[in-house]
């Protein structure tokens, strides 16, 4: 019989893994991205569907997987996850051409989509409110391990093998995870709610319909009225359902709490604007800086690896001071941190300038990750907790996917990737475009503090 530090141990462990396998999949292939670019013969604009496929699909079939869950039980559908997880990522490595690649990272997806709510509802549903964010700050962290083992070994895999082989290495993992998790893992479960396909294909229809067509080109106006037309439509359908159905996907009650919407929206910038960042700064490091794909990962680690040191302090921080300051001062670190790297390209400052602005921005988003999972946790009842944790990850990798979007909106207006000058000052402006998107969410962060 194992004691309750043993059985806490499996907890935290088995529940991070599956978090740090999903971050891992979407950090890996940032290093791998220049690599997959030049085999496919593909623009930038394209080449974001590489991770946005990934992102966007995990938002649009994470409160269908989470309903799932509450029903079925969170383990059950947690180990469902990793095992579609493993199979997409068993297709990503046999894809030949980039549109099975984009399909491939669609179905690793669909099993992501549950894996990182479920692990941190069976995690919260198992611990007390007092624990909770200390060992989210854990959480993170040791899922954050996946931003420093992401770039890095990305990098390697490369530089040694080839780039399917950063897919190749979720097959012996994923399996593992499962054979554990079904033995260490209890089940639990939420509120019973009927799970409705249809509101399932609304959602889906319009967070992935408003992600297109902001990707859209000029060349393609008809198309994207239609699909803008069809994604207005289908949003404010789901509304309109959620709000007269008996058990809804997605409770509209939830969102009278003015922590419940400000830790989500606030998450959406903290994210927005650090997925806008990993898209192109190993890109500006193999492109800009002439890096190896493997130093280009190497290069991230004052940026990622403070996320593994800082948060676990920043959870016991949170548990001190509150969510409101601690998350308002992670997002203007790494707002700031963004900037000053701006400004350090600008000055065509070597590497070893970049270091400590990269470590302020690691050091923001560590401290403003926990915050905000306890916020947004803490403003529901225990009973819906599996629903918000299925809220908070639509934000957060809503606003990633929007944020990546909105990156490469601007890198096109401004730079290319076809001349290097072009390149550097696309790369300058969209900084400052990140900047501006965790200095936005301060704006909600602040007011964490004042309910």
Same mark, same amino acid.
């Given at each position: 019989?194992?004691?309750?530090?043993?059985? /806490?141990?499996?907890?935290?462990?088995?529940?991070?893994?599956?978090?740090?396998?999903?971050?891992?999949?979407?950090?890996?292939?940032?290093?791998?991205?220049?690599?997959?670019?030049?085999?496919?013969?593909?623009?930038?604009? /394209?080449?974001?569907?590489?991770?946005?496929?990934? $992102?966007? /699909?995990?938002?649009?079939?994470?409160?269908?997987?989470?309903?799932?869950? =509450?029903? !079925?039980?969170?383990?059950?559908?947690?180990?469902?996850?990793?095992?579609?997880?493993?199979?997409?990522? &068993?297709?990503?490595?046999?894809?030949?051409? &980039?549109?099975?690649?984009?399909?491939?990272?669609?179905?690793?997806?669909?099993?992501?989509?549950?894996?990182?709510?479920?692990?941190?509802?069976?995690?919260?549903?198992?611990?007390?409110?007092? =624990?909770?964010?200390?060992?989210?700050?854990?959480?993170?962290?040791?899922?954050?391990?996946?931003?420093?083992?992401?770039?890095?070994?990305?990098?390697?895999?490369?530089?040694?093998?080839?780039?399917?082989?950063?897919? !190749?290495?979720?097959?012996?993992?994923? &399996?593992?995870?499962?054979?554990?998790?079904?033995? #260490?893992?209890?089940?639990?479960?939420?509120?019973?709610?009927?799970?409705?396909?249809?509101?399932?294909?609304?959602?889906?229809?319009?967070?992935?319909?408003?992600?297109?067509?902001?990707?859209?080109?000029?060349?393609?106006?008809?198309?994207?009225?239609?699909?803008?037309?069809? @994604?207005?439509?289908?949003?404010?359908?789901?509304?309109?359902?959620?709000?007269? =159905?008996?058990?809804?996907?997605?409770?509209?009650?939830?969102?009278? @709490?003015?922590?419940?919407?400000?830790?989500?929206?606030?998450?959406?910038?903290?994210?927005?604007?650090?997925?806008?960042?990993?898209?192109?700064?190993?890109?500006?490091?193999?492109?800009?800086?002439?890096?190896?794909?493997?130093?280009?990962?190497?290069?991230?680690?004052?940026?990622?690896?403070?996320?593994?040191?800082?948060?676990?302090?920043?959870?016991?921080?949170?548990?001190?001071?509150?969510?409101?300051?601690?998350?308002?001062?992670?997002?203007?670190?790494?707002?700031?941190? #963004?900037?000053?790297?701006?400004?350090?390209? #600008?000055?065509?400052?070597?590497?070893? !300038?970049?270091?400590?602005?990269?470590?302020?921005?690691?050091?923001?988003?560590?401290?403003?990750?926990?915050?905000?999972?306890?916020?947004?946790?803490?403003?529901?009842?225990?009973?819906?907790?599996?629903?918000?944790?299925? &809220?908070?990850?639509?934000?957060?990798?809503?606003?990633?996917?929007?944020? /990546?979007?909105?990156?490469?909106?601007?890198? $096109?207006?401004?730079?290319?990737?076809?001349?290097?000058?072009?390149?550097?000052?696309?790369?300058?402006?969209?900084?400052?475009?990140?900047?501006?998107?965790? !200095?936005?969410?301060?704006?909600?962060?602040?007011?964490?503090?004042?309910?």
């Amino acid at each position: 019989m194992m004691t309750k530090t043993t059985s /806490t141990k499996w907890l935290l462990g088995l529940t991070s893994l599956g978090f740090f396998m999903s971050m891992m999949d979407a950090m890996i292939v940032t290093t791998a991205s220049t690599a997959i670019q030049t085999d496919f013969h593909i623009s930038v604009g /394209t080449l974001q569907w590489v991770l946005n496929a990934y $992102n966007i /699909t995990i938002v649009a079939v994470l409160l269908v997987g989470v309903s799932l869950g =509450e029903r !079925w039980g969170r383990r059950r559908v947690y180990n469902w996850g990793i095992f579609i997880f493993t199979f997409g990522s &068993i297709l990503c490595a046999l894809a030949g051409n &980039i549109g099975f690649l984009i399909l491939a990272r669609v179905v690793a997806g669909i099993g992501a989509s549950v894996m990182t709510p479920m692990s941190m509802a069976i995690l919260s549903s198992a611990l007390p409110v007092s =624990e909770r964010g200390h060992v989210l700050g854990i959480w993170s962290g040791i899922g954050g391990l996946a931003l420093i083992v992401g770039p890095s070994l990305g990098g390697i895999i490369v530089a040694q093998l080839a780039w399917q082989w950063i897919f !190749w290495i979720n097959v012996p993992v994923g &399996i593992t995870a499962i054979a554990l998790s079904r033995r #260490y893992l209890p089940e639990s479960h939420g509120r019973e709610i009927s799970v409705n396909y249809l509101d399932g294909l609304m959602i889906t229809l319009t967070l992935a319909g408003f992600i297109w067509v902001l990707s859209a080109r000029s060349g393609q106006l008809p198309i994207v009225g239609s699909i803008a037309t069809i @994604s207005l439509a289908s949003g404010i359908w789901f509304l309109k359902r959620q709000s007269v =159905e008996a058990a809804p996907m997605v409770p509209l009650s939830l969102f009278k @709490s003015v922590r419940f919407n400000s830790g989500n929206i606030a998450t959406a910038c903290l994210y927005g604007s650090m997925y806008g960042v990993v898209f192109f700064l190993p890109q500006f490091f193999q492109i800009g800086q002439h890096a190896s794909a493997l130093t280009a990962g190497l290069e991230l680690l004052p940026w990622t690896g403070t996320l593994v040191v800082v948060a676990p302090f920043a959870g016991q921080a949170v548990d001190r001071f509150g969510e409101g300051q601690i998350a308002t001062l992670g997002l203007f670190l790494q707002g700031s941190g #963004y900037g000053l790297i701006a400004g350090l390209v #600008y000055q065509q400052k070597p590497y070893v !300038w970049l270091v400590l602005p990269l470590a302020l921005a690691g050091m923001g988003l560590s401290m403003a990750g926990p915050a905000l999972q306890k916020a947004v946790l803490g403003a529901v009842p225990r009973s819906t907790i599996g629903q918000a944790s299925g &809220i908070y990850n639509v934000s957060r990798l809503f606003g990633g996917a929007l944020g /990546t979007t909105v990156a490469v909106i601007i890198f $096109n207006w401004v730079g290319g990737n076809l001349i290097l000058s072009k390149f550097v000052c696309g790369f300058q402006v969209t900084m400052l475009g990140t900047t501006l998107f965790s !200095w936005l969410g301060i704006l909600w962060s602040v007011r964490l503090s004042r309910h």
